[in-house]
């Protein structure tokens, strides 16, 4: 057991004997404690592996998933545990509330979690406002998602509006149509909406291309509850409207590997090592159908660098971490990058 893992240990048992949703906001008090009393350079490892993508260098395959940093207030923080991105959001065009509370809860046996947030976030401004105040210089993701209170029907002009406000502000813009937090969200996964969604988002992205003399990447977030036909008609649409990138997956609501366990019926969208199969299997899925022609980001259920390895042998270019980072501690970023490192020699 390294220092770090020992020290996390620690925090951990501390952190898990208090309310989920407490314990995640302490931690990321505690992340940026560290890195303002300059502890994170004895804390985290940092890993390099350059990767490019989109035009973009990473350095390093491996970043925060979003959900963990809604406003992007913890960024510097985060980016000092040694990702080799990170992902903000998912944010709204205005600040919400979220759903009641209880809405996080652990399965610890099963290195689980569902959370059923519903897209708590400061909204879009607030964040921009966070984003400008960070020091880091790495590459930024800014996840976008639509208010509770606008209907389904109306979703792209939520859309637009962030990506409008936030285009000059990322390095890439995730459309995540994927939560299962938002009544209806995931029905713009299917038929035509997808495609008008879509074929929007193009198209103001190449108006702000040509405005700010640069092309930020397009990627669609999707869920690991997809069948077949729901996977190739995703990838048509994806391909036919020239998006840039796809990330598989989001969280699942399917409860087969945690039947029985304590909050198992809790609604809301599981994340962690029961998500693992279903998106490996997603991924490598619409790796066949994309191929070379759109890069994916692989993210559900990495808790050990193995893990990372295989999504990338699945078809990922990038991999992201969420629920494995809350079980394991920062050593999962330092482990995943060098199992992915080794898949190279
Ligand atoms: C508490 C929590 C909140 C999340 N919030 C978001 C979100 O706001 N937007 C989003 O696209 N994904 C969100 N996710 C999904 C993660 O980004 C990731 O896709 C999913 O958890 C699978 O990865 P994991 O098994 O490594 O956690 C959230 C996940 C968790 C656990």
New binding site residues.
């Given amino acids: 057991m390294t220092g770090t893992n020992m020290a996390y240990s620690l925090i951990k048992s501390i952190l898990f004997s208090m309310d989920p949703e407490r314990a995640h906001d302490l931690a990321l008090k505690l992340s940026e404690l560290a890195h303002k009393s300059h502890l994170s350079g004895f804390m985290f490892s940092d890993a390099e592996l350059k990767t490019e993508l989109f035009g973009l260098t990473f350095k390093n395959p491996v970043g925060l998933?979003?959900?963990l940093d809604?406003n992007g207030a913890y960024i510097d923080a985060l980016a000092a545990m040694g990702f080799g991105f990170i992902e903000i959001?998912?944010v709204t065009p205005r600040p919400q509330p979220g759903n009641p509370k209880p809405r996080?809860f652990r399965l610890t046996e099963s290195q689980a979690?569902i959370?059923r947030?519903g897209?708590n976030n400061v909204g879009v401004e607030a964040m921009i406002a966070n984003i400008k105040r960070a020091k880091y210089s790495g590459i930024l993701g800014v996840?976008i998602g639509k208010n509770a209170v606008t209907p389904v029907e109306k979703a792209a002009q939520d859309y637009l509006y962030c990506l409008e406000r936030v285009y000059e502000h990322a390095s890439y813009i995730?459309v995540?149509i994927s939560?299962p937090n938002t009544k209806n969200l995931r029905d713009l996964q299917e038929g035509d909406q997808l495609a008008r969604l879509l074929d929007q988002l193009k198209n103001r992205q190449q108006n702000l291309a040509s405005k700010h003399q640069h092309t930020v990447p397009l990627v669609l977030?999707v869920a690991p509850d997809l069948d077949e036909t729901q996977i190739e008609h995703i990838s048509k649409a994806v391909l036919d409207n020239g998006i840039d990138g796809l990330i598989a997956?989001?969280?699942t609501l399917d409860r087969d590997q945690v039947a029985g366990m304590a909050h198992c019926d809790e609604q809301g969208?599981l994340?962690?090592a029961p998500?693992r199969l279903k998106s490996d299997e997603v991924l490598k899925r619409f790796s066949e159908h994309l191929g070379s022609q759109v890069p994916l980001i692989g993210?559900?259920?990495?808790t050990e660098g193995a893990h990372a390895a295989n999504k990338i042998q699945n078809g990922a270019s990038l991999v992201?971490?969420?629920?494995?980072l809350i079980y394991e501690g920062a050593d999962l970023i330092y482990d995943s990058v060098r199992a992915i490192d080794r898949l190279t020699r």
């Fill in positions: 998933a979003a959900g809604k959001g998912t996080l979690i959370n947030f897209f996840n995730t995540n939560s977030k997956t989001n969280t969208g994340s962690g998500v993210v559900g259920g990495i992201q971490l969420y629920s494995g």
